[in-house]
């Protein structure tokens, strides 16, 4: 059974910093691209960034770009995101999900995790 699993969310204050990673299990990421989305209560879900199964190449959406790292470690089978310079606004529920190229549509996307809960806050 092909399985994604986030983890590493919570709350952290302005400014702080989260590593969210996603698990695979069930399949191997080493030949799908992996994206990152968030959905913030009321708002449509989001692609925040990507990375290619091939050369490692990353993508950002504008919101996060200079804050936000995508990095994929193929031999454990994860995908992480490590969140500088947080803000309130980035507070989201956050996806990681499976597709055969990069990209931030999320129509693109074959498999989904359950998502992890991100709260900025003071």
């Known amino acids: 059974q092909m399985q994604l699993v986030e983890s590493g969310g919570g709350l952290v204050q302005p400014g702080g910093s989260l590593r969210l990673s996603c698990a695979a299990s069930?399949?191997?990421?080493?030949?799908?691209?992996m994206g990152w989305f968030r959905q913030a209560p009321g708002k449509e879900r989001e692609g925040i960034s990507c990375?290619?199964?091939?050369?490692?190449?990353?993508y950002y959406a504008d919101s996060v770009k200079g804050r936000f790292t995508i990095s994929r470690d193929n031999a454990k089978n994860t995908v992480y995101l490590q969140m500088n310079s947080l803000k309130p606004e980035d507070t989201a529920v956050y996806y990681c999900?499976?597709?055969?190229?990069?990209?931030?549509?999320?129509?693109?996307?074959?498999?989904w995790g359950q998502g992890t809960q991100v709260t900025v806050s003071s």
């Open positions: 069930g399949f191997t990421l080493n030949s799908d691209a």
């Open positions: 999900a499976a597709a055969p190229y990069p990209t931030l549509q999320s129509t693109e996307y074959d498999y």
């Open positions: 990375i290619s199964s091939r050369d490692g190449s990353a």
